[in-house]
């Protein structure tokens, strides 16, 4: 069962603490696109950080890339999107509503007298299915014409296999060997939704590995391995990852396998990246379209091929839910309902808040400079506004995984009270400590 409940709270406490807005909220907002405020951002770069950590710096076999969001028309019709990248659509004459074809609210076959609209319940009013592109379409230069037409990529993947050759030679890397990329792609989503999982832009984490024909299965299976791991390491809670197998109608036009990694949203079970093997159909088709041989002689074996590509793609925005969603709970502490984000604290937005206790005796003094000492390492937050456990809960609910509260014996014993988010224990630490005692506990893993 969807639990609807959960993700108003969940958006709710995004708006109020400033993780994500309504995109031009003060005009009413715009579809299926979201801001990321001061949280949000910081929250998302984490994710993005621990990402290009783990698939660029931590190894020797993948370079990394930016490419341009624009590229050349040519692109999207050698990789199958002009033609492919369609959903069937229908129309009601009668309210104006568009719906994807197979919505399941629709009762009988739209184009037909029986057809439901399951906006309005006019019957007969649904147009006959019409295949809709979902790529953005804009102009390049100064006339508005069919020449003219470039795209918002709907994916960042063709960026890299566009440089594969480029960044094979500059980085004198070897096959196997991958590329990564962070980078934004636009959808034309018909049915988006479900805050930010589905959105019109959204930020993809993807990664290409080149491998010789032959030993891509092996590889997948080693990317499979790898990819889960990582999730599991952002402290998601194991039982809510699984697999889902593509079978053969559900293949992308390019893939000769294809898994997902499904988070259990409470909206349902849900994909949040694609391990993809493409076998040779992105470079054979950039190589018959652009005309130019884009394959690798590997020199050991005196063999000259097509490499075979195993993809790891996932959303940043997708897994920045997943987070949110996981972290959020409610408690009953002494009466009261405790809202808690428990993000791991590798990702939580915010690592310390710093508290006076009270705003005399010096102690917002020392809190100002323990504040900006930490801040100088990592993100903290100052507040001296409230009740010390008003504060606590504002910051449980950012996800901040330390409190540090400067009080009576902070000058004369120069120690601390540090709280912990989850256990809500508290320990006194050193001042000179603290900075160590937060760095070691938000480090890598
Ligand atoms: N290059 C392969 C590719 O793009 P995909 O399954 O269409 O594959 C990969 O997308 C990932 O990108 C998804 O698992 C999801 O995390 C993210 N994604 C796709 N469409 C999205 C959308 N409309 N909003 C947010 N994230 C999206």
């Not at 396998?257 to 076998?279: K, S, T």
């Not at 075979?308 to 009953?332: F, K, N, W």
Request: charged share 25%; net charge neutral; proline share 5%.
């Amino acid at each position: 069962m969807a639990d609807t409940t959960l993700m108003d709270k969940l958006v709710s406490l995004c708006k109020r603490r400033g993780f994500v807005f309504q995109s031009s909220e003060i005009y009413g907002g715009l579809g299926s696109v979201w801001d990321y405020g001061p949280l949000g951002v910081e929250l998302k770069k984490n994710v993005k950080d621990r990402w290009w950590y783990a698939m660029v710096r931590a190894r020797d076999d993948i370079e990394g890339l930016d490419a341009a969001i624009l590229m050349h028309p040519r692109v999207w019709e050698a990789s199958g999107h002009i033609a492919g990248f369609t959903d069937p659509l229908v129309d009601c004459r009668h309210c104006k509503n568009r719906f994807r074809a197979d919505d399941p609210r629709i009762k009988g076959t739209p184009g037909q007298p029986d057809a439901q609209c399951p906006v309005c319940g006019s019957r007969g009013t649904l147009t006959e299915p019409r295949m809709f592109n979902l790529m953005f379409k804009t102009f390049m230069g100064p006339v508005e014409d069919q020449a003219a037409v470039v795209y918002l990529r709907p994916e960042t993947a063709q960026g890299i296999y566009v440089n594969y050759l480029n960044v094979l030679q500059s980085s004198r890397q070897r096959i196997p060997f991958g590329i990564a990329q962070i980078g934004k792609a636009f959808r034309n989503e018909i049915t988006p939704g479900n805050f930010i999982f589905r959105t019109r832009e959204f930020e993809q984490m993807e990664m290409q590995f080149f491998v010789k024909p032959g030993t891509d299965a092996e590889w997948f299976e080693r990317w499979r391995e790898w990819r889960m791991q990582w999730h599991q390491s952002l402290g998601l809670t194991t039982a809510k990852l699984q697999w889902h197998q593509h079978g053969p109608d559900e293949l992308a036009h390019y893939a000769r396998a294809a898994f997902d990694i499904q988070y259990e949203f409470p909206f349902g079970w849900q994909e949040i990246e694609g391990i993809h093997n493409r076998g040779d159909f992105d470079l054979g088709r950039h190589q018959e379209f652009s005309g130019k041989k884009l394959e690798h002689f590997d020199q050991a074996a005196n063999e000259r091929y097509l490499p075979y590509i195993v993809e790891t793609s996932a959303g940043a925005d997708r897994v920045a839910l997943t987070l949110l969603a996981d972290a959020y709970r409610e408690e009953q502490v002494e009466g009261e309902t405790r809202v808690v984000l428990g993000l791991h604290p590798a990702v939580a937005p915010i690592k310390a808040g710093v508290f006076p206790l009270v705003k005399k005796d010096g102690m917002p003094e020392l809190a100002t400079a323990l504040y900006h000492d930490l801040k100088r390492r990592f993100p903290a937050f100052y507040d001296d506004s409230g009740a010390i456990g008003r504060r606590y809960r504002r910051m449980d609910e950012a996800g901040t995984p330390f409190g540090i509260t400067v009080d009576g014996e902070t000058a004369a014993q120069r120690t601390v009270t540090v709280r912990h988010r989850d256990s809500m224990q508290q320990e006194r630490v050193g001042v000179d400590h603290v900075a160590g005692f937060v760095a070691e506990r938000i480090g890598r893993d």
